[in-house]
């Protein structure tokens, strides 16, 4: 069993910044894609970013490429996301997931079917 735990939301204003921290108790995550969703009030779970195993490899949804940041450090069994530039439709409760099962990160690391393991969410509020 892997627990998952994030940190870091907030209320910012338009243009602000924010760092979430996903920290994971359990079995170790090292070896296993991370990744953060979001999910806004009436829609569904989305896809932000995932990270591959040991950091090397990222992919964003294109809404938040080169504004957001997606890091690990293996050591402290954490995942990371640097928000930069936050726009109002970026309010949404974030979550951390992993799967236990893949290295590296594929078509399937989009898909919220594919983790088994997620936390309980952090809620960011962009203010305009």
């Known amino acids: 069993q892997v627990q998952l735990v994030e940190s870091g939301g907030g209320l910012v204003q338009a243009g602000g910044s924010l760092r979430l921290s996903c920290a994971a108790t359990?079995?170790?995550?090292?070896?296993?894609?991370m990744a953060w969703f979001r999910q806004a009030p009436g829609k569904e779970r989305e896809f932000v970013c995932a990270i591959n195993w040991n950091g090397r490899y990222t992919e964003y949804t294109d809404s938040v490429k080169g504004r957001f940041t997606i890091s690990r450090d293996n050591a402290q069994n954490s995942m990371y996301l640097q928000m930069n530039s936050l726009k109002p439709e970026d309010t949404a409760v974030y979550y951390c997931?992993?799967?236990?099962?893949?290295?590296?990160?594929?078509?399937?690391?989009?898909?919220?079917?594919?983790?088994?393991?997620w936390g309980q969410g952090t809620q960011v509020t962009i203010s305009s």
């Open positions: 997931a992993t799967d236990q099962t893949y290295s590296s990160v594929t078509y399937r690391s989009y898909r919220v079917s594919e983790y088994e393991y």
């Open positions: 359990g079995r170790p995550v090292e070896n296993y894609v």
